[in-house]
């Protein structure tokens, strides 16, 4: 069924998006800014300086018990139970056949584990953690009451600091702090999904109003603005970072999809390991790389990838890349034509084959973030 307007939900900082005059769009069931000012000056804005996204539509399920971090540990294939409070770990989740039902954060609040997963998948991201949950682990939806923001770019830490105290600056990359409870409860974490220096601020929805003026009082000597889902796509796409449902999903596992260091083998057990073992043995038939167009035109998800006049592949994502000057794309293509540098073509209908050339990820190279990993998709 298609989203009407009057189905789709709203986050909590709709009136601020109406007031700033965005541009809204369906998705994930939610009225979601696509834009503001444009695209391009919103890109180049958190490339800059520093842009505050909306991303309340992103579910949150606490895990709590004395076997949660055991339990969380199972269910995904990165490491989550041996890690320090305050840690923040990316990680797949995956079916028995080494698919992923979806990339997301774990959060270690001391014996608790808090889940943030993709906004679009969170119906079933929670049905298959509650299918898999033990006795002594309780399973918590605190996505209602859950607002949050992303701070991005590279002047994020000063604006932050003015809102938050010089305690944040303090957080290292994929780190977070908690402080309050009940209605007064607030995350940070250094965190982000652009390919700069940022964080991410988790409040309770009834205060979510509060903090966004906070944060854009705090933010106006930086020139702060309002970024959009538009900006916050094209970001990621520099950076090589995932979409679920474009560049992972079910059909697809870890180790082909170039996330290989989120898989921790070292494990005794998570729900995927033999399948992805035999992966590992065998070695990924195809691989998710970046592409770098040659011209001005852009690769849609289906479009093909060719080499020496055979299909080799197929593109998942692409836009252009603002911050360097070509489009760009990834796409999942047979390991014989990923090494980097491998000249390839791309078919876009109606238009004579681009050529392209298979880059490493990320496409873009000079983001502010601190540590050269991935983060989650949306």
């Not at 538009?230 to 970072?241: F, S």
Request: hydrophobic share 40%; charged share 25%; with cysteine.
């Amino acid at each position: 069924m298609l989203d009407t307007a009057s189905a789709l939900k709203r986050t909590p900082f709709y009136a601020r998006h109406v007031a700033l005059k965005a541009r809204l769009t369906p998705f994930a069931g939610y009225e979601m800014p696509l834009q503001y000012e444009g695209i391009v000056a919103e890109h180049r804005t958190v490339r800059s300086g520093v842009g505050v996204f909306d991303v309340s539509h992103m579910g949150e399920i606490r895990l709590r018990g004395q076997g949660a971090s055991a339990f969380a540990n199972r269910l995904v294939t990165n490491e989550v139970a041996a890690i320090p409070e305050g840690k923040v770990v990316y990680t797949p989740m995956c079916i028995e056949n080494g698919g992923i039902v979806d990339d997301l954060l774990v959060y270690a609040s001391g014996s608790e584990r808090l889940l943030v997963v993709n906004a679009a998948n969170f119906e079933k991201d929670i049905a298959w953690v509650r299918a898999h949950a033990p006795a002594d682990v309780s399973v918590s939806d605190e996505n209602a009451e859950t607002a949050q923001v992303a701070v991005q770019g590279p002047r994020a830490e000063e604006v932050m600091a003015r809102a938050y105290g010089e305690r944040v600056r303090a957080l290292e990359f994929y780190t977070g702090l908690e402080t309050g409870a009940g209605e007064d409860w607030v995350l940070l974490s250094r965190t982000g999904y652009t390919g700069e220096d940022g964080f991410e601020v988790y409040v309770r929805s009834g205060r979510a109003l509060s903090h966004w003026d906070r944060i854009f009082e705090a933010g106006r000597p930086a020139g702060i603005r309002a970024i959009g889902l538009g900006a916050r796509d094209t970001l990621r796409m520099e950076m090589g970072y995932c979409l679920y449902g474009n560049d992972i999903d079910e059909t697809t596992n870890p180790l082909e999809a170039g996330l290989g260091w989120t898989v921790r083998f070292e494990k005794e057990d998570f729900i995927g390991r033999e399948a992805l073992a035999r992966v590992r043995e065998e070695g990924p038939k195809r691989k998710l790389v970046g592409l770098l167009l040659h011209g001005s035109r852009i690769a849609r998800p289906g479009c093909s990838v060719n080499a020496d006049g055979a299909r080799v592949g197929t593109v998942t994502s692409g836009s252009m890349g603002l911050s360097l000057g070509a489009p760009v794309a990834m796409a999942y293509v047979a390991s014989g034509s990923a090494k980097f540098g491998t000249e390839v073509s791309v078919a876009i209908p109606g238009t004579p084959p681009l050529p392209a050339t298979v880059m490493a990820r990320p496409m873009y190279r000079k983001g502010s973030v601190r540590s050269p990993k991935p983060r989650r998709t949306e």
